[in-house]
């Protein structure tokens, strides 16, 4: 990760909040990297920050060895940044609504996915199942989500720990489904969605198997 510039006058405390909110989540030695001190200070910060209910704090489990720990910004921790971004969206969203028909908005999200897609063209079409898998948890990355995956048997579960469309997606839900979509388009075999930030759950999650390819 790259370093936070520092201006001088941004406090280690804000250059904290600030990494959080343009990384969307983090490690504790990511934020030591970006903000160049020590893990040990930044531990105490995160104490102060999430004493003062501006950071939240997810346990992500490892396949094997001690669960890890991402930090993010809390709605309160979000406020203290301009959103007018997220009003300008909400509008033109609720300028389409008002303009088109739901099916036509349907077509506008999912060719939103398919131009993410058609830019990794020709990259993932001829991998086996489980390097598909690995190239989506890199695209859903570059996205902006924090995810991960486990498989039992021959079932699959990938976990989104983040969401990049909260702030938009609380109001306009569509948006929603551009992350199943990828999932769709790459893998090549239907997704079930069982968990979702949006509805309340603190994760996303979804469930797949490469088996579904042979039941046609």
């Known amino acids: 990760m790259a370093s936070t510039r520092n201006n001088g006058k941004q406090s280690?405390?804000?250059?904290?909040l600030y990494t959080?909110?343009?990384?969307?989540?983090?490690?504790?030695?990511?934020?030591?990297?970006?903000?160049?001190?020590?893990?040990?200070?930044?531990?105490?910060?995160?104490n102060t920050l999430q004493a003062d209910g501006l950071i939240e704090m997810t346990s992500v489990r490892r396949k094997v060895g001690r669960p890890y720990y991402l930090y993010s910004l809390s709605e309160k921790g979000h406020e203290i940044f301009p959103r007018k971004y997220v009003r300008l969206t909400n509008r033109l969203l609720d300028e389409m609504k008002?303009?088109?028909?739901?099916?036509m908005l349907s077509t506008v999200f999912n060719g939103i996915a398919q131009k993410i897609i058609s830019e990794h063209e020709g990259k993932f079409e001829h991998l086996p199942f489980d390097e598909r898998l690995a190239y989506l948890t890199t695209i859903l990355r570059e996205e902006g989500f924090i995810v991960e995956w486990e498989q039992e048997e021959d079932e699959y579960t990938l976990v989104e720990y983040s969401c990049p469309y909260y702030s938009v997606g609380d109001q306009h839900?569509?948006?929603?489904?551009?992350?199943?979509?990828?999932?769709?388009?790459?893998?090549?075999?239907?997704?079930?969605?069982?968990?979702?930030?949006?509805?309340?759950?603190?994760?996303?999650?979804?469930?797949?198997?490469?088996?579904?390819?042979k039941t046609a």
């Open 20 to 46: 959080l909110k343009t990384t969307n989540q983090a490690k504790v030695d990511d934020l030591a990297d970006a903000v160049d001190v020590s893990p040990v200070t930044v531990r105490h910060h995160l």
């Open 98 to 103: 008002d303009t088109l028909s739901p099916e």
């Open 173 to 213: 839900t569509e948006i929603c489904g551009l992350d199943k979509d990828l999932m769709i388009s790459i893998l090549q075999i239907p997704v079930e969605q069982t968990a979702c930030i949006l509805h309340g759950d603190e994760t996303c999650q979804f469930t797949f198997s490469p088996e579904a390819n």
């Open 12 to 16: 280690t405390r804000d250059q904290i």
